[in-house]
């Protein structure tokens, strides 16, 4: 079975500040996906990357960056810089292998972000 | 792409009762998936269709059921409404492919 632990409840930073996001996945499979979300209050949840299995290049995009390490089974997501309007529920997710689409998220880390 | 637009936005029933929540995928998606997420906690996967068959389900009981339409909207209909049911419904549609999932901004479902 698939799982993806978020162990970061909530965390509260102060605009400008960077933050870490922590996400660690189990999966017997050797093909599989990750995702990041960003779910704001309205609801919906918003796409940030994917990255397959064997692809473990880090991965910039502006002001996020993430760092996928097979070895420790993570897949942490960066904010350098923080702003207000990054305040929302991240979710980190799973898929492929024997559970095909079927995404398995995480427990989510609330980001607030403090002006 | 017109994205994944879902409705009632908001729905309040009684326990015991029946609801259908719907859903219209984005243009060009075959697939469309429905999740549950609890308040606090994240998304539950229910079940997935692909051309109109359901082609994986968690772990939920038969009285969550669904249907996809040519169209590629589809709907979820939950019978004997609990009160552990309250939650907000996702759909989110794709290619199939896992390239990505494009999720509708849900429908919140309160049993009382």
């Known amino acids: 079975a698939q799982k993806v632990t978020q162990a970061q409840t909530e965390i509260s930073v102060v605009e400008k500040e960077d933050v870490t996001l922590d996400c660690v996945y189990e999966?017997?499979?050797?093909?599989?996906?990750l995702f990041w979300y960003k779910q704001p209050p309205s609801g919906e949840l918003v796409f940030l990357i994917r990255?397959?299995?064997?692809?473990?290049q880090n991965e910039i995009s502006g002001r996020y960056s993430w760092n996928f390490q097979k070895s420790t089974s993570s897949f942490n997501f960066t904010i350098t810089a923080s702003q207000v309007v990054d305040s929302a529920v991240y979710f980190c997710?799973?898929?492929?292998?024997?559970?095909?689409?079927?995404?398995?998220f995480g427990g989510g880390t609330r980001l607030m972000v403090k002006p | 792409e017109t994205g994944v637009t879902q409705s009632p936005t908001h729905l309040i029933k009684t326990r015991g009762q029946q609801v259908t929540l719907r859903c219209s995928s984005q243009?060009?998606?075959?697939?469309v998936s429905w999740y549950q997420q609890a308040l606090g906690q994240g998304p539950q996967f229910i079940f997935q269709?692909?051309?109109?068959?359901?082609?994986g389900r968690g772990n939920f009981p038969p009285r969550f059921s669904g249907l996809q339409f040519p169209n590629y909207s589809s709907e979820l209909n939950v019978n004997a409404l609990e009160l552990d049911d309250s939650a907000l419904y996702l759909c989110?549609?794709?290619?199939?492919?896992?390239?990505?999932?494009?999720f509708g901004s849900g429908t919140r479902l309160t049993v009382v």
């Open positions: 243009s060009g998606h075959n697939t």
């Open positions: 989110a549609s794709s290619t199939g492919h896992s390239y990505g999932y494009t």
């Open positions: 269709y692909y051309r109109e068959e359901e082609n």
């Open positions: 990255r397959n299995s064997f692809d473990e």
């Open positions: 997710a799973l898929s492929g292998g024997n559970a095909g689409n079927m995404l398995t």
């Open positions: 999966t017997r499979d050797t093909t599989y996906y």
